[in-house]
């Protein structure tokens, strides 16, 4: 094989990152926009020693898994990367991805894991998207690149009836509304509500918010003992809040400087905030009945797990943006004495590749 070379790939599987896994001759061909079910030709972009990437070139043969293009600029927007498979084949894939992450990279087998609970999501569900502008164009860039691609009306992520023409920094945020960065406002998610700032980070998938919440909840009321809790990366207090109504007290982590100063205005007295990275805190970190963690699409430092291990007493909780590195994460809690209870898999990002994994943890025997 070699850069250039045109093949036919018939993929077998979607894989985390996105991309669709074909096998010409043995040999991994990893390509985007393609589905199992496809025959389509490909050009080799790269050529590495065991693997190959390419571009596709033409679909010979489409997948009954494919629907019709929602979206006019699909092809070229950066916004989306799986707009043309069913939604119901959408959610069997990032099963799928979960399950054979936790297989190779967290060492689980599958016969094990616990029943996935899949939570899927109504399209239109961004509640807080970054749009740029170059001239006239406002929309999303494009696929590998800082070009413009006008946002369509059609769009699936944002759900606008009309474009509105920003101003540089400026974002689109709750009911089609133009606001700039750094902008205060209040959203209400059940009976909480969260003072925060649009240049703090906040869960985007408004039509799941509260479903986080009565899923994390749920797990906490699973531990008998509510003395203490502790949520690490908890940035405005988004689960801090209705954790500090069912335990004695909370310790609050979260380093970003603007989170911690909006989860001041947000969490009641029985929570103690501390402004530190999460890596340094552990270090001190005392024990509690129930440690919370949402780390970023890294996950969390091996520091970070190992504190958790030895410094909750009845549960750990994991909410994961990559299976990856949560099946790392997760291997390292089952090697020190935990084991997997619970998997929740919320599609926080349809017609994207994205897996958002909740998961608990219980110590072992």
Known sequence: MRV???????????????????RVEGVPVFAPNLYPGDVAIVRLTEVKKGFARGAVVRV???????????CPIADECGGCDWTSLRLDRQLVAK??????????????????LPEINVHPSPLNYRLR???????????????????????????????IETAQRPLPGETWELGDRLIADEEELTIHVGEYHYRLST????QVNRHLL???????TA?????????????????VGFFTVPLARMFERVISVEGSPLSHRYAQLNVPENVTLVHSAVESYVRRMPAADFIFLDPPRAGARQE???????????????????????????????????????????????NTHHVETLSSFERAG
Do not use: N
Request: include cysteine; proline fraction near 4%.
């Open 219 to 235: 797990h906490a009321a699973r531990v008998e003992t509510r003395g203490s809790a502790i949520d690490l990366y908890a940035g």
């Open 304 to 350: 970070v797990i190992e504190a958790a291990g030895e410094k909750a007493r009845r549960a750990i909780c994991y909410l994961s943006c990559d299976p990856v590195t949560f099946a790392r994460d997760a291997q390292r809690l089952s090697a020190s004495g935990w084991r997997l209870t619970s998997l929740d898999l919320l599609d926080l990002f349809p």
């Open 60 to 70: 010979v043969e489409a997948s009954a898994d494919r629907r019709a293009e929602p």
């Open 199 to 202: 240049g703090a980070f906040f």
């Open 129 to 159: 998207s970054r749009l740029h502008h170059d001239g006239d164009a406002v929309g999303f860039y494009a696929t590998g690149s800082h070009r413009v691609v006008p946002l369509a009306r059609e769009c699936e992520v944002v759900g």
């Open 95 to 112: 099963r799928e991805i979960l399950t054979e992450s936790l297989r190779r990279i967290g060492r689980f087998d599958p016969a094990s």
């Open 210 to 216: 509260g479903t986080m919440i009565r899923l994390v």
């Open 4 to 22: 250039g070379d045109e093949l036919t790939v018939k993929p077998e599987k979607l894989i985390a990152g996105g991309e669709s896994l074909s």
